[in-house]
Nanobody, 124 residues
């Protein structure tokens, strides 16, 4: 059974940084597509950062480009979202998702497995 467990959320002041982690277990293939999504109260889910572990290709939403970085460890069993220069509008529950693909996936409907989410709150 594939499981994704996010961690690293919390409360941070505007301009600060956080690193989210997504631990991947139960996946039998070497490579996959991974994405970080977020959802703020009253808003639709938004995809922010995406990675293909096969070739390392990444894609970022304009709202986070230059501030967020997605990466994985050498074993590809943990994926990170490094978030710098955080803004109050980054406040949301952040979810990681895994897709059974070897290319970058940018739409939520393309992902097969989801974590439970971790709260990120940025104070002004």
């Amino acid at each position: 059974e594939v499981q994704l467990v996010e961690s690293g959320g919390g409360l941070v002041q505007a301009g600060g940084s956080l690193r989210l982690s997504c631990a991947v277990s139960g996946f039998t293939f070497d490579d996959y597509a991974i994405g970080w999504f977020r959802q703020a109260p009253g808003k639709e889910r938004e995809g922010v950062s995406f990675l293909s572990t096969l070739d390392g290709n990444t894609y970022y939403a304009d709202s986070v480009k230059g501030r967020f970085t997605i990466s994985s460890n050498n074993n590809k069993n943990t994926v990170y979202l490094h978030m710098n220069n955080l803004k109050p509008e980054d406040t949301a529950v952040y979810y990681c998702a895994l897709g059974l693909a070897l290319v970058v996936l940018t739409r939520a409907s393309e992902y097969d497995y989801w974590g439970q989410g971790t709260q990120v709150t940025v104070s002004s």
